[in-house]
């Protein structure tokens, strides 16, 4: 694919890793990874993207990639990039195409053998409530042009005044739901068109909605604090802002390639096209991500209600049974306005997280009030067939990677191998044996979405808990999961 | 030589195509969107639809086509199999499209794709015909 060039790479530590500045990067790059996992991470072209990245304009730090990193289009997946926000840019290929996809968790009032024997009947009912899989629509819910508007300027708080969840949750949502510059008039017919009926379905591919429990604690404190106990039922949502962000991104792509060209910026990849924060293009596209990263927001929310409902339907139990309660609803693929001290001194960055997450330390002011003291939970979710983490940040991260941390387990085969791998076996058979319920709109989703076609999420969550960026509190394991 | 293959990726799917032309060059990549999309062979092409496009260069008019069947196919559950392209001149286009409306059931969904990307986008000429690469988010 691309030409081949060796990255040359420079052990720090044993989960630090630094790429030298070379040529036109204006800065180094650092890769959060062990030595066995570096040695995979070698094996497709994402260093080069990290190398890339530091060719940006007024990047601030250096080209961050997290363990989970893979290989994305323009930005590495699991890339962090913060840019000084009078010098610096903004991209959308440093979000890419789903905008906020994102992840919660739920706990529950309930104890795995409360539903172990429920679990299909769960699954199925899941399944029926929440659309996914191809062209996905909700027939109970189409948005006219004005509740449309709303879903974009206000996020999951529009979701919760339609009876969609309580206030509480609000609190719990990182950014509390809403990203306050969201601005419609930046979205296009065509972005508002394919959002107008997929609010509140799931989507494709990775997108999922899995009902776990706790298996191990790591941090009794931390998890009593965060109302976590062992063998307790959680729920997880991972889903993003559907077609409408995706033509959000590919209408700002379009306008960031002459953006580039008008602002001089040199390019290694087309896809890394983007304009000065302060640009009248930068402001735009910001304007529109948020309204983009809102409807995403009210999508988890709406997509939470349903899970509440069909949960309570299936068990025969009230809310205050089930007691479907958020502990954190965080973004993975965002870019941010955030403040950080730099050689001393207050400054505002954009901060570009593609396939990475927030993970802020105790007492930062933009966690909830309850977590001040903990630090802010932080989900990693894992493939279906083995397990989730629940973490938190850490000062650490604030440090060194402008508070973040990664997403998830990260690719390690394509598609088609995962498929070939498949071929002849039962998948879901397989899982049912090793107590997880899986059902999928499309039978090659669950072949192309096999455990080993990932990396074991556990490895990931080692070198940011090891290098110090997050800190593990509890492992979660499926039973029964719904994919796109 | 015409035809196409697929580029694997680790997180998504690329094309490399080829045409003699430019016109037989870009149905190709059509085709090989909806190969990836869904088994063609189950479509029928009883819907038509025209399409008008301009981009800046060819490599973006081929982004932004196989973006307009992308966003004909969300919106209008459309699977297409046949592509006719009427004029392909100064990096603008019109085509008409043949396909069918998805039927659960009847069809098979391969893969859902979410988004024709610009990374290391490439439509060259080469050896006398055509060829280009696509990457498609999924």
Request: hydrophobic letters at 35%; proline letters at 3%.
């Amino acid at each position: 694919m691309n030409e081949e060039v060796t990255i040359d790479i420079k052990r720090i530590d044993d989960y630090r890793w630094r790429i030298p500045r070379v040529g036109k990067m204006k800065t180094d790059g650092i890769v959060y990874a062990d030595k066995k996992m570096l040695e995979d991470i070698k094996k497709d072209k994402s260093l080069q993207q990290v190398a890339n990245v530091a060719w940006l304009p007024g990047i601030v730090g250096c080209s961050l990639a997290m363990p989970d990193i893979h290989w994305g289009y323009g930005f590495p997946i699991g890339g962090v990039a913060a840019f000084d926000i009078n010098r610096g840019i903004v991209s959308p290929g440093g979000v890419g195409y789903d905008i906020n996809c994102g992840v919660r968790l739920m706990r529950s009032g309930l104890s795995r053998n409360d539903i172990e024997d429920k679990i299909d009947d769960l699954v199925d009912a899941l399944f029926v409530n929440i659309p996914s899989g191809v062209g996905s629509q909700r027939k109970d819910l189409k948005l006219n042009a004005e509740n449309e508007r709303n879903v974009l300027l206000r996020g999951a708080k529009w979701a919760v005044d339609q009876g969609y969840g309580t206030q509480e949750d609000i609190e719990y949502i990182e950014d509390r739901g809403c990203i306050l510059n969201a601005d419609p008039q930046f979205i296009s017919k065509r972005a508002r068109e394919r959002g107008r009926n997929q609010l509140g379905t799931l989507g494709s591919g990775n997108h999922f909605v899995e009902i776990g429990f706790v298996s191990d604690i790591y941090d009794h404190d931390l998890a009593r604090a965060l109302g976590i106990y062992e063998e307790q039922v959680t729920v997880i949502v991972h889903t993003g802002s559907r077609g409408l962000g995706h033509q959000v991104c590919d209408d700002y792509i379009k306008v960031m390639l002459r953006a580039s060209g008008k602002y001089g910026i040199d390019l290694p990849d087309r896809q890394l096209c983007c304009a000065p924060v302060e640009s009248k293009e930068g402001k735009e596209y910001l304007a529109a991500m948020a309204c983009a990263a809102n409807y995403a927001f009210a999508n988890r929310q709406i997509i939470t209600h349903w899970v509440r409902k069909t949960l309570e339907h299936v068990l025969k139990l009230g809310p205050k049974d089930l007691q479907l309660d958020l502990i954190y609803d965080v973004c993975h693929n965002i870019a941010k306005i955030e403040e950080y001290r730099i050689d001393g001194k207050k400054k505002r960055l954009c901060v570009h997280r593609k396939g990475a997450t927030r993970a802020f330390p105790p007492d930062h002011p933009d966690i909830p009030r309850a977590y001040r003291a903990l630090g802010q939970p932080v989900l990693i979710p894992g493939d279906m067939g083995r397990y989730s983490y629940l973490l938190v940040g850490t000062e650490k991260a604030i440090e060194e990677t402008f508070g973040s941390t990664c997403h998830g387990a990260g690719r390690v085969m394509s598609r088609s191998r995962a498929m070939k791998l498949a071929k002849g076996r039962d998948i879901v058979r397989e899982l049912k044996d090793k107590g997880i319920t899986v059902r999928s709109a499309s039978r090659s989703t669950i072949a192309e979405e096999i455990s080993d076609a990932y990396k074991d999420v556990s490895d990931v969550v080692e070198v940011v808990h090891n290098a110090g960026i997050s800190k593990k509190v509890a492992k979660l394991k499926p039973m029964g999961v719904i994919k796109g | 030589m015409k035809g196409y293959e697929i580029i694997d990726h680790t997180a998504d799917i690329g094309i490399k195509v080829y045409g003699k032309d430019l016109k037989e060059l870009f149905q190709c990549a059509a085709e090989a969107l909806f190969e990836i999309i869904c088994d063609l062979s189950e479509v029928a092409d009883s819907i038509e639809k025209g399409v008008t496009l301009e981009g800046d260069d060819l490599e973006q008019l081929m982004v932004v086509w196989l973006g307009e069947l992308l966003y004909l196919h969300e919106t209008e559950r459309i699977l297409f199999k046949r592509f006719e392209i009427k004029e392909l001149e100064n990096n603008s286009l019109s085509a008409t499209v043949y396909g069918e409306e998805f039927r659960e059931g009847h069809h098979t969904i391969r893969t859902v794709v979410k988004a024709v990307t610009y990374h290391q986008i490439q439509v060259e000429q080469k050896d006398g015909g055509w060829v280009s690469r696509v990457i498609f988010d999924l």
